[in-house]
């Protein structure tokens, strides 16, 4: 009995110590680690934000989250110009990441598909300009897919043949634009 | 002085992790597709090995007999996650190459084979050197096997392209058959000089 106090105490103080040095590590490298993630999105950050000359992490609300994987902004200076969202849609062939960047007027900055593995020259329209330009400069409200031409401001036009590549990426922009309207506060 | 450079000596060569001791072999087949992650997992594993084999070499005559594994894997864990955050802050890219095998160091048997078999029961500089030769050991052979599977699959080594234009790359050597393959073919290479060596010594 005395012996399985004093291993296990033993094993308690160098656990300890190991989680110690771990949060000690940490503390150095977490931050570079988010400058390592921004660097990696740059170009496409640049791309959907172009008024801004930097960005930073914003800490996400986990419980809320909408499926929004990152939440970065993106600054002029010192002066926020727009929220940046990393979200994963599930479309024909397995998961397609989008960034969407929403300007602080609420509309739309741009999207941008970072990976997808939808069917070559079908559902991979999802990348071209003509799909994803019709959600830039719009409100950030709901948005819904249709198979005719558009009427409403808020209507997507389906990539022929593509319906389920559309609705995928649109879905995931909805609940990013949800997301970015529960925490931002944008339009009620 | 001597017993440290032997202990190197068997680490890379007369007990090398991979070549003789056929441990390790999970990363072994699977992150040596370009000479670079090789030599990066190789390095990486060198490093939590060196820093395992030391701190339980430093706390060996404490940690009970009873609760030595729990204690070997919290130490080994921890550095590997150490290491992990480092490789993820400073060189991304190795970071990106090997993905999921950084933290599946944790679970490689060499680290723990050697906490066990070395470290817990020798002083502590001659368990560094354990580590450091155990670790440039199987950084050698995983090189080793990259090279010749990259060199394979893609005429190139260390993305610089080595093999002449009429030489048809053949993708397979990048993917896990070709790992069996040149994995094979190298441990039937070594078994033959090891075979012909110690009949000279017979004659």
Known sequence: MKDIIKNALILCVITLIAAFMLSFVNSITSEVIIKQEIAKQEGAFKQILSNADSFDVVELDEENSFGVTNAYVGLKGTEEV?????????GYGGEIKIIIGINVDSTIAGISILSHTETANVGSKIVEDDFTSQFKDKQATEFEVVKTATSEPNEIQAISGATVSSKAVTVAINNAIEYYNEVVGGLD | MR???????TGIFTENPTFMQMLGMCPTLAVTTSAQ?????????TAVLILSNFAISLLRKAIPVKVRIPVFVVLIATFVTI???LLKA????LYNELGLFIPLIVVNCIILGRAEA???????????????GMGLGFTFALTLISIVR???????????KIAPKFYEASTIFASAPGAYFVLGFLLAGIAAIRNKKSSKGRA
């Open chain 1, 82 to 90: 727009g929220y940046l969202y990393n979200i994963t849609g599930s």
């Open chain 2, 3 to 9: 017993e440290l450079i032997n202990r190197l000596k």
């Open chain 2, 37 to 45: 992650a090789g030599l990066g997992m190789g390095l990486a594993t």
């Open chain 2, 83 to 85: 290491i992990e955050m």
């Open chain 2, 90 to 93: 400073y060189v991304p890219a």
């Open chain 2, 118 to 132: 070395y470290a817990s029961k020798n002083k502590v500089l001659p368990s560094v050197f354990d580590g450091i």
């Open chain 2, 150 to 160: 990259e060199l394979l699959a893609y005429g190139t080594i260390f993305d610089i």
